[in-house]
T-cell receptor
Framework: AQSVTQLGSHVSVSEGALVLLRCNYSSSVPPYLFWYVQYPNQGLQLLLK??????LVKGINGFEAEFKKSETSFHLTKPSAHMSDAAEYFC??????????????FGTGTRLLVSP | DAGVTQSPTHLIKTRGQHVTLRCSPISGHKSVSWYQQVLGQGPQFIFQ???????GRGNFPDRFSARQFPNYSSELNVNALLLGDSALYLCASSVPGANQPQHFGDGTRLSIL
């Protein structure tokens, strides 16, 4: 079974500072990886996805993530945090079931706090 | 274009009751998945339906069931509700393929008293 681990349930940064949210994956096959963001009382919004086309993936709202096979990592970064970035962030890996269906396996999430 | 829509947004039930949650996928998406998100955790996979057939099921009891209609909308049913069923239930739609992202609705917040 595939899985992802998000280190740090909470990350605090100051506005304008670098954002780094960590995600490590476990997969026996080349993984398809995703980052989602969840604002309070909302569903999940796709930030970006890795599908093996390029190791550095750019997403929405200035976020990007780098796939590093040697480190089994897919960390999410943003050069300068905004107050509006405060939310819960989830890393996920796509897993194929026995009948060929696809499901997302999520990490436990990291809450990003941004202070003025 | 409309995203994934779910109804109702909030629901309060008591133990032992049953509930039906509804989901309309993005136009053109034939695959619908359901996830349960307990407070403070990541979403957990419940079901996936494609072309009106169940294609996958997560580790949930038989009290959970679902179906997909000819217009690709879907319903999630939960019988004999327990306190532990209190959660945000998320619906996601997608086109087929492991590299295709799933697009989520805003969820239904289910509270069991």
């Amino acid at each position: 079974a595939q899985s992802v681990t998000q280190l740090g349930s909470h990350v605090s940064v100051s506005e304008g500072a670098l954002v780094l949210l960590r995600c490590n994956y476990s997969s026996s096959v080349p993984p398809y990886l995703f980052w989602y963001v969840q604002y309070p009382n909302q569903g999940l919004q796709l930030l970006l996805k890795y599908t093996s086309a390029a190791t550095l993936v750019k997403g929405i709202n200035g976020f990007e993530a780098e796939f590093k096979k040697s480190e089994t990592s897919f960390h999410l970064t943003k050069p300068s945090a905004h107050m509006s970035d405060a939310a819960e962030y989830f890393c996920a890996v796509s897993e194929t079931g026995r009948t060929g269906f696809q499901k997302l396996v999520f990490g436990t999430g990291t809450r990003l706090l941004v202070s003025p | 274009d409309a995203g994934v829509t779910q109804s109702p947004t909030h629901l309060i039930k008591t133990r032992g009751q049953h509930v039906t949650l509804r989901c309309s996928p993005i136009s053109g998406h034939k695959s619908v998945s359901w996830y349960q998100q307990v407070l403070g955790q990541g979403p957990q996979f419940i079901f996936q339906y494609y072309e009106k057939e169940e294609r996958g099921r997560g580790n949930f009891p038989d009290r959970f069931s679902a179906r997909q209609f000819p217009n690709y909308s879907s319903e999630l049913n939960v019988n004999a509700l327990l306190l532990g069923d209190s959660a945000l239930y998320l619906c996601a739609s997608s086109v087929p393929g492991a590299n295709q992202p799933q697009h989520f609705g805003d969820g239904t917040r289910l509270s069991i008293l």
